[in-house]
């Protein structure tokens, strides 16, 4: 019965989770993009990214696992953009209140939590490349989408390349 009870609460944790691929990006939605990716994508395509820009200095399974839940709260909160208004900080109260709701009772939740904290901090190597993997992926994706919908996305691609430190994840985004 024991096992049973186990079982079905990580059941429902994986459920919780698995609602982020319902979450539409924000960002794009106020732009003619039919069907904007949902977060879910947003977080795969790092992890893609992360796969195979990682360099091997850094350790790639924390790399990969921070691009996977760096927006894992969103399930919960949205996805909040700088246009929302939301301070930071705020932001940040929400995020983290969501994350540990989200995985709480899970064995890996403190683990999780604590690598995501090294994400919004940018604590550590890993933390500020997957910072720069996420504005890495906009980018990239606002060139899909002015590929597919002949829309100028500059902003985001603008916003990419401002923002990031790492010198080849900035130089794999289109120059203007």
Same mark, same amino acid.
């Given at each position: 019965?024991?096992?049973?009870?186990?079982?079905?609460?990580?059941?429902?944790?994986?459920?919780?989770?698995?609602? %982020?691929?319902?979450?539409?990006?924000?960002?794009?939605?106020?732009?003619?993009?039919?069907?904007?990716?949902?977060?879910?994508?947003?977080?795969?395509?790092?992890?893609?990214?992360?796969?195979?820009?990682?360099?091997?200095?850094?350790?790639?399974?924390?790399?990969?696992?921070?691009? %996977? &839940?760096?927006?894992?709260?969103?399930? &919960?909160?949205?996805? &909040? /953009?700088?246009?929302?208004?939301?301070?930071?900080?705020?932001?940040?109260?929400?995020?983290?209140?969501?994350?540990?709701?989200?995985?709480?009772?899970?064995?890996?939740?403190?683990?999780?939590?604590?690598?995501?904290?090294?994400?919004?901090?940018?604590? /550590?190597?890993?933390?500020?490349?997957?910072?720069?993997?996420?504005? %890495?992926?906009?980018?990239?994706?606002?060139?899909?989408?002015?590929?597919?919908?002949? &829309?100028?996305?500059?902003?985001?691609?603008?916003?990419?390349?401002?923002?990031?430190?790492?010198?080849?994840?900035?130089?794999?985004?289109?120059?203007?």
């Amino acid at each position: 019965m024991k096992e049973e009870a186990g079982v079905n609460e990580e059941r429902e944790i994986l459920l919780r989770c698995l609602r %982020l691929k319902r979450v539409v990006r924000a960002g794009w939605t106020r732009f003619p993009i039919g069907n904007p990716e949902s977060v879910a994508a947003h977080c795969w395509g790092m992890g893609l990214l992360a796969l195979l820009t990682c360099p091997p200095e850094l350790d790639r399974e924390k790399v990969i696992t921070l691009a %996977l &839940i760096h927006d894992l709260a969103e399930v &919960i909160v949205g996805d &909040i /953009t700088p246009l929302d208004g939301v301070p930071k900080d705020e932001k940040r109260k929400q995020e983290e209140k969501a994350l540990a709701t989200l995985l709480q009772g899970h064995p890996r939740s403190e683990e999780l939590q604590s690598i995501w904290q090294e994400f919004e901090d940018r604590t /550590t190597p890993e933390g500020k490349f997957v910072s720069d993997l996420d504005k %890495l992926d906009m980018g990239l994706q606002a060139e899909i989408y002015e590929q597919d919908f002949n &829309i100028n996305l500059d902003e985001f691609t603008n916003s990419s390349k401002r923002f990031m430190k790492h010198p080849h994840l900035s130089s794999l985004l289109k120059s203007q």
